[in-house]
């Protein structure tokens, strides 16, 4: 007799941060997220990560969801703001502190960038690890102080707490049925990595990695800019015991300079097709076909 296996129930997300209008790559991805899901009958979440108070304006999130909506696109549930979501990340905070994994650092970016040693990794340079090592009454004398500060992973620590961890990824297009692979989870290479910020409670992520986890959300389908922060992700999942979803990377779109498309520099932005008269159904057909607009290809990050 043959057992089927129990029917997995899927759940994606689309998780834009409002600092500007959503642009076609971004509305390509929505899609690819929400038909993922719908294939099998699963569920789409809508995540705001509006977190980075400097950048992140609410009149983007009321132009984010009316550019979804032209575009077809309707997520599942409410809509998830992370700015209501700060106990979840504190209390995150607090058990890495408790598990001595985290350090308060007063570096400065001026500080950062003139420490001339420091290698590159995904994000820049990597963190030299000054308050790392900062003696401990001074560290206590500043904080006592109330000098402003992050909190950073001490990576090399926590990797080796977690040991070798890999992460699942499913190949680009998402064929629901096709192998998937498990990738190294590299976390070293990116330093010691910030999980709150100075200006803000939680760090991208942080955030992210927690509110995958609390919304259930199986499968995470985002562009490959964000491939190497999976390794990142990958480890708090493992230091926190939260669950792994599946990644799917694609590839970033690109202009005819071979320029990704980005909020800043003019990208072709969905409210400008709109703008345009474009129709957003035949829009919606020609990016699930993998057609953009014209002098649009996926390129690589
Ligand atoms: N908020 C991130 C962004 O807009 C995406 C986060 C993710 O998909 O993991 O780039």
Not at 31 to 43: F, I, P, Q, S, V
Not at 174 to 188: C, E, K, N
Request: with cysteine.
């Amino acid at each position: 007799m043959t057992r089927s296996a129990a029917p997995h129930y899927m759940v994606t997300r689309f998780a834009p941060s409002p600092t500007g209008r959503l642009h076609v790559g971004h509305g390509w991805s929505a899609l690819m997220a929400m038909d993922m899901a719908r294939r099998t009958g699963g569920t789409f979440r809508l995540r705001i990560e509006d977190i980075d108070g400097t950048r992140s304006r609410p009149d983007h999130v009321a132009a984010i969801t009316e550019d979804l909506r032209w575009l077809g696109i309707d997520w599942d549930g409410a809509i998830v703001f992370q700015s209501h979501r700060l106990a979840l990340y504190d209390a995150a905070l607090d058990r890495l502190r408790a598990m001595g994994l985290l350090y308060p650092c007063f570096c400065t970016r001026a500080d950062i960038a003139a420490s001339a040693s420091a290698p590159h990794g995904p994000e820049g340079p990597v963190y030299p690890g000054t308050c790392r090592v900062l003696p401990p009454v001074d560290r206590a004398a500043r904080m006592a102080r109330g000098d402003a500060h992050a909190w950073r992973l001490d990576v090399a620590r926590a990797a080796a707490l977690a040991g070798r961890l890999d992460w699942t990824e499913r190949p680009f297009p998402p064929d629901d049925s096709a192998p998937t692979r498990a990738v190294a989870a590299d976390a070293l290479r990116h330093g010691d990595v910030v999980l709150a910020r100075k200006d803000a409670p939680a760090s991208y992520h942080l955030s992210c990695t927690l509110d995958d986890a609390a919304m259930g959300i199986t499968h995470v389908l985002r562009g490959d800019d964000l491939r190497d922060a999976t390794g990142i992700h990958r480890l708090i999942q493992a230091l926190l015991d939260l669950p792994a979803p599946v990644y799917v990377h694609h590839p970033l779109l690109v202009d005819a300079t071979g320029r990704r498309l980005a909020k800043r520099n003019g990208s072709i932005a969905l409210a400008d097709l709109r703008a345009q008269g474009a129709d957003p159904a035949a829009l919606a057909a020609d990016l699930r076909q993998g057609r953009f607009p014209v002098g649009i290809t996926a390129g690589r990050a």
